[in-house]
């Protein structure tokens, strides 16, 4: 079987790191010599200029090989069940970076009335992965309910698993991938320990290693994110170890 494609989030790296490194272009060199086969690239670490240079994180990112995936710091549907009006805009601007996928939040879906859904979607050749967050919206019950009528309603709507965010809603992540891996074409790799009264994520390496259950419990094909935190003193060797540690599982 063809090795599942290993994609490393720029935030990882952490928001300070990141701009001390010069953004998300410096950090694309890194990724490829580490091995990686992908990027994802995170608007929140944007400035208001990087998103008037898109055509060229683009061409940036073409030069290294790499795959291309847009996340998103928002929700799907908004507090009043109505649907995210600036989701062609994201669309559009994971278009113009050359992202295959476009991650957001469920938020507070409440049905699929608005047919304005179907013409953003058909409208981009970028697909909609979206995501649990840490947030009560994205609690496994809300999700399955999406999911099943979305598939119900044939739309080209898939999930980003975050395998760590079920520790802030309160729920079995294993449980959750049963439920769910059907709809799985996105895996955040992330393990997280109790930090206060919330938790916050680790890495692999300081875990119990439950993560390697969780993570057979997923589609094997689907694209690995690393999505926790990418740190020390040699960045290349320690995004190499985890993505050569993630290929191999």
Known sequence: M????????????????????????ALLPLIKA??????????????????????SLNKAIAQQQLSASYSVPEALWLEDGSLNPRLGQFLLEAEQMGAKRLKIALGHFVDLSDASLVEVLAASPVTVVVENDQTPDSKLAPMQTFFHRTCDAALPLDMTFDMGNWQWTGEDALQAAAQLSRYVSYI????AVPHGESFRAVALDDTDGSWRALLKALPADAPRGIEFPLEGEDLLAVTRHYVDLLRAV
């Not at 490393?8 to 998300?24: D, F, I, P, R, S």
């Not at 994802?40 to 008037?52: A, H, N, P, V």
């Not at 955040?188 to 393990?191: D, E, G, Q, S």
């Open 34 to 55: 580490a091995g990686a086969d992908g990027v994802e690239i995170r608007r929140e670490l944007f400035s208001e200029d990087d998103l008037l240079q898109l055509h």
């Open 188 to 191: 955040h790799v992330k393990a």
């Open 2 to 25: 063809a090795h599942p494609e290993i994609i490393v989030v720029t935030a990882a790296y952490g928001t300070h790191k990141v701009a001390e490194l010069g953004g998300q272009t």
